[in-house]
């Protein structure tokens, strides 16, 4: 009977709650997002600090082992250190590697903007397939009037340049600073993270039942360990198709080798849909100096593709998550719906993590059953 007074005294409760939340939701959404911008820092400095730790750990695995304390107790700091450091030259490699080709294929790119028409044109292939109205108007079109008309579109909605730069500013000078704090939370978690690990689970032995902290760590454990799994192999298959992708283009003489192979690798960290952005952005720049290289290229990205998703992910990342393929395509598919890019990112371990403690948790019932 006294079980039976405290579920209807929970559910009365609940049921308010709902209500509140619904009467007010305006007011809860504001809330929410005042919540989030606070903790905002924190978030990307966790977020920081579970990247930088995946090569920390394996730099202090390799640590090498001395008489010395004071070398020891600097282990920590110097693999902290190291993984920094190894995040910054790949960035500063990237940039000096992209930026200048970036640019260079641009300025080609407004360039050639009469030579891509005049391809379109009188190509017969092209032009057999383009309705006569739609031809006509590509014909008719003035490219210094065109460009003209893209750069005053571009200042008219740019708006009032001193309000302008006062915004940039002020949204710089924020993003620093939580950029600065969330570096600085980030450094404090990898020093601390066994300290903060114990404390945790302190906490949970004190105030929870064994069976909701058995789950609670059921759980952290099946996430990390997606997570962890997710990130490494994304990264190996993203260097692996990368570096095909370089290779086959220098063999069959595409331009830009070097940087759409770089881009196409990096593009390829965004689960099954990355490697053809890369490509999208690689068949304009090539457009920009080789039009007739467009097609091959594409087709070559496509065979490279297949390889990639049939051969090298399933081995390299979908053997490690445990996840049928089916599973990651939903996943990319709506994360990317919810949240973009980011989404794409998050959805693929998360999904994973679901489905193996899914497993875990069905394995179990069907024992019970028998």
Known sequence: MKKDYKKYIYLSLSLFILWFVIHYWHGFTVIINLFLAAIEPIIIGGIIAYIVNIPMTFYERHFPKTNNNLFNKSKRFICMLAAAISFIVIVVLLCIIVIPELISALSILAKGIPQVIDFITHNETIVGSIPKETLAQIQAIDEQ????????????????????????????????????????????????????????????????????????????????????????????????????????MFILNFPYATMIGILIGFTALIPVAGAYIGAAVGAIMIMTVSPSSVIPFLIYIVVLQQFEGNIIYPRVVGTSLSLPGIWVLAAVTIGGSVCGILGMFIAVPLTSAIYNLIKIDMKAKETNLR
């Not at 949970?204 to 909701?212: A, N, S």
């Open 145 to 248: 009037q065109l460009i003209d008309g893209l750069v005053s579109l571009f200042l008219s909605g740019a708006g009032d340049i001193t309000q302008s730069l006062i915004n940039f500013l002020s949204s710089a000078v924020s993003t620093i600073s939580t950029f600065l704090i969330a570096i600085i939370f980030s450094i404090y978690l990898l020093t601390s993270k066994e300290t903060l690990l114990r404390q945790i689970q302190r906490f949970m032995h004190v105030y929870l039942k064994p069976q909701i902290k058995s789950k609670i760590n059921i759980i952290f454990t099946a996430l990390n360990d997606s997570f962890h799994k997710f990130i490494v192999g994304q990264v190996i298959e993203a260097v692996i198709i990368g570096v095909l992708c370089m290779v086959g």
